[in-house]
């Protein structure tokens, strides 16, 4: 629903938010659960991997997984207005409206990635546990990780895409309202979740093999995002006026102006120490410095994520047509 009210000013209504800080966190959220599916999956389908292939390489992201998720939709319920109307949700499907397909995938991702988890619990972690159903299940699943890696993959590319298609169908605001918004989205969420496997990863092999994932993936990001501006500015006058708020300089701009500036340093600073690093001599081990540059560029990685979604939200709130407000 679209709200227009004709007596904006500067000293009563002057921006409509309808959508604040914990709508940004979710999606951040929600796209960081995406990326650390599709990549937790390809850490255990990757051909070099040094376990055997039914045997998990990593467990604690897959674990981490849905409580991250979790939690961003914490987020997204402490925005509802009306709290009870969340079941309304899941009392109907309708087909037109991503609201409703977006419910519906944050439901059913969370099966297969539970179990995912358990099937990813190592077995030096189950010999601890008495004979019960928590053991049982993660037994059960064990021989069907790399189904459950395919479907993990999957659904975090939906889930990941989807955060970008949730603001791009708003055609009320022109800021959203384009079709690589989902791709800038997706692209962003694998970089974020390829970032925290980095800095969660024991062996040195897979970090150097997620450094260099991610290199790929931050390059690819930096290209979409500037695509994302070059489709609007090309647009008509609209569409042109709604990333005005990014290259103005004025007081009321001026954090918007701020965030694209620290994308432009963020982002590529990230780049040049991973590049420093998977192109340094690691035939031994990794050192402490190494460990250490790694880590702080997947830490800028993660808070590159959350500026792109902060300064979404709040900039797409500001487009309109008509004066810009």
């Known amino acids: 629903m679209e709200l227009t009210i004709t007596g904006a000013?500067?000293?009563?209504?002057?921006?409509?938010?309808?959508?604040?800080?914990?709508?940004?966190?979710?999606?951040?959220?929600?796209?960081?659960?995406?990326?650390?599916?599709?990549?937790?999956?390809?850490?255990?389908?990757?051909?070099?991997?040094e376990v055997p292939r039914d045997e998990p390489c990593c467990w604690r992201i897959p674990v981490l997984a849905p409580i991250v998720l979790s939690i961003g939709m914490l987020f997204l319920f402490l925005d509802l207005e009306v709290k009870t109307h969340v079941y309304w949700f899941y009392l109907t499907f309708k087909p037109l409206s991503p609201m409703s397909w977006g419910s519906w995938i944050l439901i059913l991702?969370?099966?297969?990635?539970?179990?995912?988890?358990?099937?990813?619990?190592?077995d030096e972690m189950k010999t601890g546990m008495k004979k019960g159903w928590i053991r049982g299940l993660a037994d059960a699943m064990r021989p069907r990780l790399r189904l459950l890696a395919k479907i993990n993959f999957v659904g975090g590319v939906m889930l990941a895409i989807y955060t970008g298609i949730l603001l791009s169908?708003?055609?009320?605001?022109?800021?959203?309202?384009?079709?690589?918004?989902?791709?800038l989205f997706l692209v962003s969420g694998m970089s974020t979740?390829?970032?925290?496997?980095?800095i969660m990863a024991r062996e040195d092999n897979v970090k150097l093999f997620f450094t260099q994932?991610?290199?790929?993936?931050?390059?690819?990001?930096?290209?979409?995002?500037?695509?994302?501006?070059?489709?609007?500015?090309t647009s008509d006058a609209v569409h042109r006026n709604?990333?005005?708020?990014?290259?103005?300089?004025?007081?009321?701009?001026?954090?918007?102006?701020?965030?694209?500036?620290?994308?432009?340093i963020v982002l590529p600073l990230a780049i040049v120490l991973k590049f420093l690093e998977v192109t340094a001599d690691h035939s031994v081990k990794l050192t402490a410095?190494?460990?250490?540059?790694?880590?702080?560029?997947?830490?800028?990685?993660?808070?590159?994520?959350?500026?792109?979604?902060?300064?979404?939200?709040?900039?797409?709130?500001?487009?309109?047509?008509?004066?810009?407000?």
């Open 169 to 183: 169908t708003f055609v009320a605001r022109p800021l959203w309202n384009s079709a690589i918004l989902p791709m």
């Open 213 to 233: 994932v991610d290199i790929w993936l931050i390059f690819t990001e930096i290209l979409v995002l500037l695509l994302f501006f070059y489709g609007h500015y």
């Open 193 to 198: 979740g390829t970032a925290l496997m980095i």
């Open 109 to 122: 991702i969370y099966p297969p990635m539970i179990l995912y988890a358990f099937a990813c619990l190592p």
């Open 289 to 325: 410095t190494g460990i250490f540059l790694m880590n702080t560029s997947a830490v800028l990685v993660l808070v590159g994520g959350l500026v792109v979604r902060f300064a979404l939200v709040y900039a797409g709130q500001l487009s309109g047509y008509g004066p810009m407000m």
């Open 242 to 264: 709604a990333i005005m708020p990014f290259f103005n300089t004025s007081h009321q701009f001026f954090p918007y102006f701020l965030s694209i500036i620290i994308l432009w």
């Open 9 to 49: 000013n500067a000293i009563t209504y002057p921006t409509l938010h309808i959508w604040d800080w914990r709508v940004a966190i979710y999606l951040f959220l929600g796209g960081l659960t995406g990326g650390l599916m599709t990549m937790s999956a390809v850490a255990n389908l990757r051909p070099g991997k």
